[in-house]
């Protein structure tokens, strides 16, 4: 019997990426939907994540969380979705998962919070330097791109996707032609669907 896999989320959160991850992989899964505040904070669930977010997924024995990290298990344990290049054709695969999650991400952060690095010195503490540096380096990576990291959608265009449509729709990422052209297909897919009405099911749930 495969070993079960569960999705803690929230459908209003990050979460949303790991989920559709999981449609893309097309896999049996089940989701436990963690309500904002003392649903993430019981001990039960601080067992899965001591950090008390979400996402986290738990696969037979193997418990993982944060997003970039979930996205790269996912699609090493289940190979033929073809969600990751071959393995000495992951450079780019490799280097854009993780500036979203260690640059793009904190870049956003801080900015929402009113705060950017605007010297040079404290650029360059940062690993992302500034805002406009992060986001920049992001719209030269996309620009006339269907595909990031390779010939295919993989792992990593759903996670640059996802960010990059979060920003734009609350505003923390301007909307630039080339962020829209390369979000917009991404979006469309199938399984990018099939997460939507499945989100806006849990959500009218939780109303």
């Not at 601080?46 to 979930?70: D, F, R, W, Y």
Request: glycine share 8%; proline share 7%.
């Amino acid at each position: 019997m495969a070993e079960e896999l569960v999705l803690f989320t929230n459908p209003q959160s990050r979460g949303v990426m790991a989920h559709w991850m999981l449609e893309e992989i097309g896999c049996p899964y089940r989701v436990e939907v963690k309500a904002f505040g003392r649903e993430m904070r019981t001990p039960e669930y601080l067992a899965i994540n001591p950090m008390g977010k979400v996402p986290a997924i738990q696969h037979g024995k193997s418990v993982v969380t944060e997003t970039g990290a979930i996205l790269c298990y996912l699609a090493d344990i289940f190979p033929e979705a073809k969600l990751a290049p071959p393995p000495d054709e992951r450079g780019s695969y490799y280097r854009w998962l993780f500036f979203v999650a260690g640059c793009c991400e904190p870049a956003m952060g801080n900015k929402a919070a009113g705060w950017n690095p605007d010297t040079p010195e404290l650029q360059g503490r940062f690993g992302y330097g500034s805002y406009e540096l992060t986001i920049d380096t992001v719209a030269k990576a996309v620009e006339g791109r269907r595909y990031i990291a390779a010939d295919h959608f993989t792992a990593a265009d759903l996670y640059m996707a996802s960010f990059l449509n979060f920003g734009m729709m609350f505003g923390t990422v301007e909307k630039r032609p080339a962020f829209e052209a390369y979000v917009r297909p991404h979006l469309e897919r199938p399984a990018a669907k099939r997460m939507q009405e499945q989100a806006a099911k849990l959500i009218a749930k939780q109303a």
